[in-house]
């Protein structure tokens, strides 16, 4: 069921990217380097996650569509700037060149930067959300890709490169603190936006709402843990990336707790996640099936 629903709307998604890309002409190369880098490829879990959220609520799409489109800006430019030199320094991304080693640094710098600042663009000028949801959105959204989310949290990631810990029981702790920082913010605050901003575009509150937030923010953890084993064990073929986190040093789970402890961290947050799905939405099918492949993928 999972993986034909994923299909399905991944295929939405891209056909309402696409439609959004299209605007963009002149500078050519700016247009061209904006589309390499949201087209190519990639799972699309945060949009679809707010399709999800419709279906669960029975609501429709319509509301969710550009938000959906602006998180997935978001998304993609972090993608682009993660792979800098400066930052990752990747050749691939998804099977294929990363941006600044297709069209160089500078122009991946600016398409990076533009499709963060059109994202804002695209929910400022949507017509199908209110403007009072517009501006919590926007709060939300600005929140958890910036200081206090994502770019917080890549920032403490670089920072903690190359870092010597010490073997001291306090040295090992505040270690695993810092991780546990890196991993909320850096990748599980966008998850947190995928299930919250369509919630606010639904109007939906109350405790439900509250618990799709707790539960996003298992899977923001289960996702990242995933990635770090998927860095030691995933094939390239498969995963379209080669892992630099061992070159620089990178603290992961697998370095801080083993592999086979994250292996047992990453089920544990799965079973909670699930226990959420089970308890207050009856078990929805999708969701649980969902929960389960963040657990199982192979990229």
Do not use: W
Not at 264 to 273: D, F, G, R, V
């Amino acid at each position: 069921m999972l993986k034909k629903y994923l299909s399905e709307k991944k295929e939405i998604v891209e056909g309402n990217l696409q439609k959004k890309l299209q605007k963009y002409e002149y500078p050519d190369e700016l247009a061209e380097g904006m589309e390499y880098a949201v087209m190519n490829g990639g799972k699309r879990i945060r949009p679809i996650l707010m399709y999800m959220i419709c279906d669960l609520f029975g609501k429709e799409y319509e509301a969710v569509e550009d938000v959906a489109v602006a998180l997935e800006f978001i998304h993609c430019y972090s993608l682009v700037h993660d792979d800098l030199p400066a930052m990752d320094d990747d050749m691939y991304r998804r099977g294929k060149l990363t941006t600044h080693v297709k069209y160089g640094e500078a122009p991946a710098i600016l398409v990076g930067d533009v499709l963060l600042t059109e994202a804002f663009n695209v929910i400022s000028n949507s017509d199908k959300i209110s403007d009072k949801s517009k501006v919590e959105i926007i709060l939300k959204l600005s929140k958890y890709a910036g200081f206090y989310g994502m770019v917080g949290g890549q920032f403490v990631d670089i920072k903690s490169e190359n870092q010597i810990i010490e073997k001291s029981e306090k040295g090992v702790a505040e270690a695993r603190k810092t991780l546990s920082y890196i991993h909320q913010h850096k990748t599980g605050k966008l998850l947190t936006a995928a299930i919250e901003l369509p919630l606010i575009a639904l109007g939906i509150e109350g405790e439900k709402k509250k618990k799709l937030i707790e539960y996003s923010e298992l899977i923001g953890i289960a996702f990242q843990i995933k990635d770090d084993i998927l860095d030691i064990e995933g094939d390239f073929l498969e995963t379209g990336k080669e892992s630099n986190d061992e070159e620089n040093h990178k603290m992961t789970y697998p370095s801080l707790y083993g592999l086979e402890k994250s292996k047992e961290m990453l089920s544990e947050y799965l079973k909670k996640a699930n226990e959420i799905i089970e308890k207050y939405f009856d078990g929805n099918e999708l969701f649980v099936e969902l929960t389960d492949y963040f657990g199982n993928r192979k990229k």
